[in-house]
C-alpha cells in the first residue's frame, strides 16, 4: 500500500500540483492589479505596474483628462468637479472624466465644440451665432432672451399659460412672455387682432 502512495509517478505529480498551487497562490499579479491596460511585474511578495503614457500612478489609477474635459467624481447621485491639478483622474477613488460643458467627444483624447446653431435653437427667426462651448442668439426688435425665447405682448393682449383647469393668466411686467415654458399671448376679453402687435375692440 505505502509503495503505491509514494510511487514516483504520485510523488512527481503531487509536486507539479503544489507548484501550480503555490504559483496561484502566491503571484501577486494574479489579481491583475494594473487597471488601463498597464503591465503587471511580481517585485518580491508585491509587484510593479508598468503604465501606458500618459498614465500613472501605483496601479495606473491616475489619468489625465482630454482637452476641454475636466475631472469630476460622484458622491451619493451627485457629480462634483475636482479641483484642477497635475496629478489626474484619480479612478481608484472613483474620479473620471468628462467634457466641459458645450463640448462633446472622447474626455480622456479631446473634446470639441459642439455646433448647438446645428439644432436651430433660436426663436422668433433669431440668429445664431455659435461660440466656444456655447453659442448666442441675436434676437429681432423687442425679443430677448437666451433662445429669443422673451416676446412682449401687443396692446390689449395679455400672456397665459396652459394648465390642466384652462388658461391661467402670467403676470410679465416687462420680462417678456416666455415660450420656453409654454406662455404665449392672446388678446384681452373683448379684444382681437395680433396679440403680438395689437389687439383692438371687437
Ligand atoms: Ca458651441
Redesign the pocket.
Known amino acids: 500500500m505505502m509503495e503505491v502512495l509514494f510511487s514516483p509517478h504520485l510523488v512527481l505529480t503531487l509536486m507539479a500540483c503544489a507548484f501550480v498551487i503555490h504559483a496561484a497562490v502566491d503571484s501577486p499579479c494574479d489579481s491583475q492589479p494594473c487597471l488601463n491596460g498597464g503591465t503587471c511585474h511580481p517585485k518580491s511578495d508585491s509587484f510593479h505596474c508598468v503604465c501606458p503614457s500618459p498614465i500613472f500612478g501605483p496601479i495606473c489609477n491616475r489619468v489625465p483628462c482630454g482637452d476641454n474635459a475636466k475631472c469630476v467624481v460622484e458622491k451619493r447621485g451627485v457629480v462634483y468637479d475636482m479641483p484642477r491639478n497635475n496629478n489626474g483622474c484619480n479612478q481608484k477613488f472613483h474620479q473620471y472624466c468628462v467634457c466641459e460643458n ?1 463640448f462633446e467627444g472622447d474626455p480622456y483624447v479631446n473634446c470639441t ?4 446653431c446645428n439644432n436651430q435653437p433660436c426663436l422668433n427667426n433669431g440668429t445664431c451665432k ?6 448666442k442668439c441675436m434676437c429681432p426688435g423687442a425679443i430677448w432672451g437666451p433662445t429669443c425665447n422673451r416676446v412682449p405682448c401687443g396692446g390689449n393682449a395679455k400672456c397665459v399659460v396652459e394648465k390642466k383647469w384652462g388658461l391661467e393668466d402670467r403676470l410679465i411686467n416687462n420680462d417678456g412672455c416666455n415660450q420656453k415654458t409654454h406662455q404665449f399671448c392672446i388678446c384681452e376679453n373683448g379684444f382681437e387682432g395680433n396679440p403680438y402687435v395689437n389687439c383692438t375692440a371687437q
Open positions: 458645450g465644440d459642439i455646433n448647438e455659435n461660440r466656444d462651448g456655447s453659442f
